[in-house]
């Protein structure tokens, strides 16, 4: 069974910068994607990447701002968050599974939670004004 633990969340100021990460067990699953979820609201997928981590993908919200990037020697997923508000301020999930989709507008690893198989337990970020 794949395991994933999450670490680096932490309480940073607005404009700050975290380096999420996402060790797992073993990687077997074609994608590894990046959630969070705020109080009150929806999980949504934010960064995704292939398995050799040459295919990412993000929502706009963090575009320009987060880099996500694996290491498959160490089985470990990053998340580099820079320019930081207080908006990204959630509970931050990895999770893996076989998400690979292809689109009109190119081919990637999806940002729907129900694509994902294996969840992390998450680490908290907060970014305060």
């Known amino acids: 069974q794949v395991q994933l633990v999450e670490s680096g969340g932490d309480s940073v100021q607005a404009g700050g910068s975290l380096r999420l990460s996402c060790a797992a067990s073993?990687?077997?699953?074609?994608?590894v994607g990046w959630f969070r979820q705020a109080p009150g609201t929806g999980r949504e997928g934010i960064a995704t990447?292939?398995?050799?981590?040459?295919?990412?993908r993000y929502t706009d919200s963090v575009k320009g701002r987060f880099i996500i990037s694996r290491d498959n020697t160490y089985n470990t997923v990053y998340l580099q968050m820079s320019s930081l508000k207080p908006e990204d301020t959630a509970m931050y999930y990895c999770?893996?599974?076989?998400?690979?989709?292809?689109?009109?507008?190119?081919?990637?690893?999806?940002?729907?939670?129900?694509?994902?198989?294996?969840w992390g337990q998450g680490t908290q970020v907060t970014v305060s004004s």
């Open positions: 990447v292939s398995a050799g981590g040459g295919t990412t």
């Open positions: 999770a893996a599974g076989d998400a690979w989709e292809i689109g009109q507008s190119g081919s990637a690893c999806s940002t729907a939670t129900a694509r994902y198989k294996t």
């Open positions: 073993r990687l077997p699953y074609s994608c």
